[in-house]
């Protein structure tokens, strides 16, 4: 068990509100990612962060922004929602204590619809 | 540009019998390689990787062979079961730590 947990698990919001996800993990990683899933895509990089307060952008960042304050929390924030975020979103975690820094470990993932 | 491709949507194998799912990349720079396991509504589960400095790993039903100058991989099990049947992701890290995803292979496995 990674320690990583998401939330909310499902969210329904109307296109132009922001939205904003949550990702927590208990065991002091290092790294943390946050991937969108979609059909015919597989699992898209959206952003990741390699410590506190040090993010980078990843395949598909057009439209979201990403926080690090402390090390177990990452925030995924969506400013302006629109139709083409509804998705599913997985955290992932890497790099700390008997995990390897090679291999994440995904949390269950928010579902997100956009009307 | 997709850097790394899982030709077979779906694939289905009988119980029992070896279930085999290829995944290609194209960036020589990809240093590991992993395959996670997706039931639906959850998120993925690692199931095994493989250093680029190694063409094997065995971890139990599952085999992962890594072919560097075909660049490409393929994940073996064996007896395949019924609780096998998932959709499965090879993925390709490169040096920075981010990893990209090859569109998944749904395998049913027929009892």
């Known amino acids: 068990d990674a320690g990583i947990t998401q939330s909310p698990r499902h969210k329904v919001t109307e296109t132009g509100t922001p939205v904003t996800l949550r990702c927590h993990q208990t065991?002091?990683?290092?790294?943390m990612y946050w991937y969108r899933q979609d059909p015919g895509h597989g699992l898209r990089l959206i952003h990741y962060s390699y410590g506190v307060k040090d993010t980078d952008k990843g395949e598909v960042s057009d439209g979201y922004s990403v926080s690090r304050s402390k090390t177990e929390d990452f925030l995924l924030t969506l400013e302006s929602a629109t139709s083409s975020q509804t998705s599913v979103y997985f955290c992932a975690i890497s790099g700390a204590g008997g995990f390897s820094q090679e291999t994440q470990y995904f949390g269950p993932g928010t579902r997100l619809l956009v009307l | 540009d997709q850097q790394v491709k899982q030709n077979s949507p779906s694939l289905s194998v009988q119980e029992g019998r070896i279930s085999i799912l290829n995944c290609d990349y194209t960036n020589s720079m990809f240093d590991y390689f992993l395959w996670y396991k997706k039931y639906p509504a959850e998120g993925p589960t690692f199931l095994i990787s493989?250093?680029?400095?190694?063409d094997k790993n065995e971890d139990g039903r599952f085999t992962v062979f890594l072919n560097k100058s075909a660049k490409h991989l393929s994940l073996h099990i064996v007896p395949s079961q019924p609780g096998d049947s998932a959709v499965y992701f090879c993925a390709a890290k490169d040096p920075r730590q981010k990893l990209t995803f090859g569109t998944g292979t749904r395998l049913t496995i027929i009892p």
């Open positions: 065991e002091n990683h290092r790294y």
């Open positions: 493989i250093s680029s400095i190694k």
